[in-house]
């Protein structure tokens, strides 16, 4: 059985005006005609039943995932009283997935990237479903880079390979790497040993539980305290006393940079976590001066700028590297530079 995990409970401060405490970037259309939770969805459903899909959040953004995906049962919402990263996170999704079926295999997926070339997804998406069905094996997807980026994390694969499963190649993880400084990330790139950590796992919902049992013991007894009352009156007091005291802690950080059995499949497939407003630049078409325009703009002797409004007018006159995002409360005018220090 191949079951879905969408981690949704993300705040998207770094697209303040449009995303907002209450309606975070996931459930906005950013890129394409529908938002990007739903996107994510409809992607997983290329390859296993709404039923086989669970998405965890947090109580606020809930009934938002039940009127954007109306055909997800409301059982397989799962509410984390409190955020403590994708370590407890994956953990708990573990606990549901495991009640379908022990040996499941879990497509863990963020809820709010792009990916352009869906058809090249899948097919990625197969090949690390057929390595985690292979044995106890905790698969990743990298993306191939195309820049120096610094806000990413990097993973670094063994590049001889003779494992190739549906024409991909799947490499053995040397070490998972946490965002470089722009030098460094030149040298990554320029190596070819390195690939984008995307963020996305695939296994089977034994392995990662048998992982988290070796690596993260605390996280694993306070799993088994939630497993033992699943069906209790109690479930919630356990699941909020459990959660209170876990360490936030990343599944990277947490299993995937301890553990021995990690591969990673390279794909190439138009992936990007539209993690702040420049990178809007990557996703749609720039004018003549390098701008990205959306809405109603009058840009003169402006360039590479990105602005996006609504119907009312804005108009920009001798202005560069600027980003502008205007909502129906709210005005944002930052330079580019800055961009990364947008909290809200």
């Known amino acids: 059985m191949i079951t879905g995990v969408i981690m949704a409970g993300g705040k998207g401060e770094r697209f303040w005006p449009k995303s907002r405490v209450k309606m975070p970037k996931q459930f906005l259309n950013l890129y394409g005609n529908k938002t990007m939770i739903q996107q994510t969805v409809d992607r997983l459903k290329k390859i296993m039943p709404v039923e086989n899909i669970f998405v965890v959040t947090n109580i606020d953004y809930a009934a938002i995932i039940s009127e954007q995906i109306p055909d997800l049962p409301t059982e397989n919402i799962l509410i984390e009283p409190m955020a403590k990263n994708t370590a407890a996170c994956i953990g708990l999704a573990a606990l549901h997935t495991e009640r379908l079926d022990k040996d499941s295999i879990m497509v863990v997926v963020p809820s709010d990237h792009v990916i352009k070339d869906e058809e090249a997804y899948i097919e990625i998406l197969k090949t690390a479903i057929e390595k985690a069905k292979a044995g106890d094996n905790l698969v990743t997807i990298g993306i191939k880079p195309t820049r120096?980026?610094?806000?990413?994390?990097?993973?670094?694969?063994?590049?001889?390979?003779?494992?190739?499963?549906?024409?991909?190649?799947?490499?053995?993880?040397?070490?998972?790497?946490?965002?470089?400084?722009?030098?460094?990330?030149?040298?990554?790139?320029?190596?070819?040993?390195?690939?984008?950590?995307?963020?996305?796992?695939?296994?089977?919902?034994?392995?990662?539980?048998?992982?988290?049992?070796?690596?993260?013991?605390?996280?694993?007894?306070?799993?088994?305290?939630?497993?033992?009352?699943?069906?209790?009156?109690?479930?919630?007091?356990?699941?909020?006393?459990?959660?209170?005291?876990?360490?936030?802690?990343?599944?990277?950080?947490?299993?995937?940079?301890?553990?021995?059995?990690?591969?990673?499949?390279?794909?190439?497939?138009?992936?990007?976590?539209?993690?702040?407003?420049?990178?809007?630049?990557?996703?749609?078409?720039?004018?003549?001066?390098?701008?990205?325009?959306?809405?109603?703009?009058?840009?003169?002797?402006?360039?590479?700028?990105?602005?996006?409004?609504?119907?009312?007018?804005?108009?920009?006159?001798?202005?560069?590297?600027?980003?502008?995002?205007?909502?129906?409360?709210?005005?944002?005018?930052?330079?580019?530079?800055?961009?990364?220090?947008?909290?809200?």
């Open 148 to 344: 120096p980026e610094t806000g990413y994390g990097y993973i670094k694969f063994r590049k001889m390979t003779k494992e190739i499963i549906n024409g991909n190649p799947v490499h053995k993880v040397e070490k998972f790497v946490e965002k470089p400084g722009y030098e460094v990330a030149v040298r990554y790139v320029e190596s070819g040993d390195y690939l984008w950590n995307s963020g996305m796992f695939i296994w089977k919902t034994s392995s990662i539980l048998r992982a988290i049992e070796k690596y993260m013991p605390e996280l694993y007894k306070a799993l088994e305290n939630i497993r033992e009352n699943f069906d209790s009156e109690d479930i919630e007091r356990v699941l909020y006393e459990g959660y209170s005291k876990l360490e936030s802690i990343s599944i990277d950080y947490g299993v995937m940079e301890k553990a021995k059995n990690v591969y990673v499949v390279p794909g190439d497939f138009g992936w990007d976590d539209v993690g702040s407003w420049t990178s809007i630049e990557r996703l749609y078409e720039k004018d003549e001066n390098g701008n990205v325009i959306r809405g109603n703009v009058v840009a003169v002797d402006t360039k590479k700028c990105i602005i996006t409004g609504g119907e009312k007018l804005i108009a920009t006159l001798g202005i560069e590297d600027v980003i502008i995002v205007d909502t129906d409360d709210a005005l944002l005018i930052c330079s580019k530079d800055k961009v990364q220090n947008v909290r809200y």
